[in-house]
């Protein structure tokens, strides 16, 4: 992707979002109730073709691990920032391919993008050029770790939070090898997007936007069913114990300005 003028200014004129206290306990609770479906099944619970390979920096000290249950990532990188340690990300999947897929400046635009009461455009496009899959970002969570996405994994298009390892991890794990649209900009925000999704029942490209009707406020997309399991991450963020999270009314709309 690459960065225009008008890129630069928007990311140089402000200072992006600072990540408070409160911030960083939504994201992890919206992350919490948003499983990453695959087909029909949650990512964690698909027959694993392979493990992913990380390697991160927590407080200064590099480990590199291999896991083969997102679950056990996941609890890695939410009790690390959840207990305030410096977690950063060094190497992900294969050698080089998390700076591949997410460059410094597309992540200084996803973070610039992470402030309340927004309708960006979005800002990045990942594809399988052998399947079906279509991912738009629009903007990052918990310090860099996760992204709002508009995608289609799950066979019907949603909007939700997604870890970035588990997008990286469906290469190894699930055999979709994701790759960034270096060409992709648009300026359509993404509401516009969300709102053909719900019309259609797919994520729509750019230049089919033009050939629909879409006005007023977009529909919402349905969200993914929260499984159980997810309680003990939910404890562990709030607290508490959360024997009806269920009902928790926390989602990702909640961020956004579609009007």
Sequence with gaps: MKETEND???????EPPQPTLSGLRRDLTLLC????F?????LRLL???????????????????HYLSPASWRAKILFDLAEGKNFRVLEMDLPGRFKQMFPNTLLRRLLWHSR???????????????????????RSRLCGNAVDALHNLSGAPRFQPLWISDLLALRPMAGIELVRDEQFS?????SRYIQAAAVTG??????????????GKPAWLPSPPPSRYVAHLLEHVT??????FEALTCTIDDDYDFR
């Design 8 to 14: 630069k200014r928007e990311i140089s004129d402000e």
């Design 33 to 36: 109730l948003n499983e990453l």
């Design 38 to 42: 695959v087909g029909g099944e949650p």
């Design 47 to 65: 027959k694993k073709q392979g493990p992913l390979f990380l390697r991160y920096e927590t407080d200064g000290i590099v480990s590199t691990q």
């Design 116 to 138: 309340p009461s927004a309708n960006f455009p979005p800002v990045a496009r990942f594809y399988d050029p052998d399947g079906e899959a279509e991912i738009l970002l629009t």
């Design 186 to 190: 648009t300026t359509v925000p993404i």
């Design 202 to 215: 797919r994520v729509v490209k750019d230049g089919e936007l033009k050939a629909l009707s879409l006005k």
């Design 239 to 244: 607290g508490k114990a959360v024997p009806q």
